[in-house]
């Protein structure tokens, strides 16, 4: 068997950031990621770039023969991300738009092959739909979720919606801070991932 996914795992310290703008933190990309088996010439979408750090390691998977739509609601997440594409040398295969979910969803004439909701959880079940209509069958979605009423407000979207293989996962990573006496671990917030495929 060849397994044709990967994930590259860029340390968050490679990237530029903004104290404004959260970012989707190394270990919980790299689930993500992986959990939406993003592969070599997908077309993918990350609703909400922030920082643009999914956008990045998602154009280096997707490579050439892909393509990343980077959106965001707030100009300056859109500019951030412009920032930290050229850093990384990423040119050809990203298009960033500025416009908020799910309205802009509606203008995209492209279908994806996965689709990455960073933000906009109070509109999820308005941006699932928004989402099934323009991804591919075969298409996977994943949901980034702090608060357990968003995960639970996703679940019965995509089951309402039609999505099928439902999969949640929770991610607590601690971690380790010198100190003198060793190594503490420090633990972040919990974060979930909430994954779905259409069929
Ligand atoms: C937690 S941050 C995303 C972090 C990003 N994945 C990163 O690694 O930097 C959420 C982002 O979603 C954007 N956002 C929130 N609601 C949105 C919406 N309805 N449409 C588009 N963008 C939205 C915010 O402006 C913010 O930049």
């Keep these: 068997m060849r397994w044709e996914y990967n994930v590259p795992g860029i340390p968050d310290s490679y990237f530029e950031r903004d104290e404004e703008i959260p970012m989707t933190k190394e270990e919980i990309r790299a689930l993500a990621l992986s959990k939406l088996r993003v592969k070599k010439g997908d077309i993918f979408l990350d609703l909400g770039c922030g920082t643009g750090s999914v956008t990045v390691e998602a154009s280096l998977i997707v490579g050439s023969e892909g393509k990343v739509y980077a959106i965001d609601k707030d100009e300056k997440a859109i500019n951030l991300t412009r920032k930290n594409l050229e850093k990384f040398g990423i040119i050809g295969n990203v298009i960033l738009i500025k416009g908020k979910a799910p309205e802009i969803l509606y203008t995209l004439s492209e279908k994806f092959d996965r689709i990455f909701i960073g933000g906009g959880s109070e509109k999820i079940r308005e941006i699932l739909k928004a989402s099934w209509n323009i991804l591919k069958n075969g298409g996977r979605v994943a949901i980034d979720a702090i608060l357990i009423?968003?995960?639970?407000?996703?679940?019965?979207?995509?089951?309402?919606?039609?999505?099928?293989?439902?999969?949640?996962?929770?991610?607590?990573?601690?971690k380790g801070m010198?100190?003198?006496?060793?190594?503490?671990m420090i633990s972040r917030n919990p974060i979930f991932i909430i994954v779905g495929e259409k069929k």
């Design 149 to 174: 009423e968003t995960v639970n407000n996703a679940i019965n979207s995509m089951e309402d919606i039609g999505f099928e293989n439902i999969e949640v996962t929770e991610i607590i990573v601690a």
């Design 178 to 184: 010198k100190t003198r006496m060793g190594t503490a």
